[in-house]
């Protein structure tokens, strides 16, 4: 199973506003952090809005945090919201496919990565390796000393 970018990303603005939840961020300083693209993170950002992952605080010292404490957010129903499609083959087009005993095989390991997804919130994201807060801080600074 591989995930989308757009995933990625989503992933990642979630557990940079994790580590963050005293001051809104902005969606450049996400990008700057990460070297990602701005208008990319924009359309997640806007996603993630709109299913009340986060909140959006318009005006001149606006920005975006959280909507929810992290405990709150699962992170397999997260990627269930982000990703498009979960076949891992095409097997509607294969002419075997009624009489197919794969297809219940990957339905089945998909079910078991949804599952292993589903047990984890992004507080126990943040919290499993430690804090990581001062790398993304690290690379910020890195992409402006070189600009």
Do not use: W
């Not at 700057?32 to 693209?37: C, F, H, P």
């Not at 982000?82 to 009624?98: M, Q, S």
């Not at 292993?116 to 790398?135: E, I, M, N, P, Q």
């Amino acid at each position: 199973m591989r995930l989308t970018r757009y995933t990625d990303y989503a992933m990642r603005v979630l557990l940079y506003l994790g580590s963050r939840t005293d001051r809104l961020c902005s969606i450049s300083e996400i990008a700057t952090a990460y070297g990602i693209s701005q208008n990319h993170l924009m359309k997640v950002v806007s996603d993630l809005v709109g299913a009340g992952y986060l909140e959006s605080v318009r005006g001149r010292s606006g920005g975006i945090r959280l909507a929810m404490p992290a405990e709150d957010i699962n992170v397999g129903e997260l990627i269930r919201h982000t990703e498009d499609d979960f076949d891992l083959v095409e097997c509607g087009k294969c002419i075997i496919a009624p009489a197919c005993g794969l297809t219940s095989v990957l339905d089945e390991a998909l079910g078991a990565f949804l599952a292993v997804l589903g047990k984890y919130t992004l507080a126990d994201v943040l919290a499993r390796k430690g804090d990581f807060s001062h790398l993304l801080h690290a690379a910020s600074q890195g992409s402006r000393t070189s600009a």
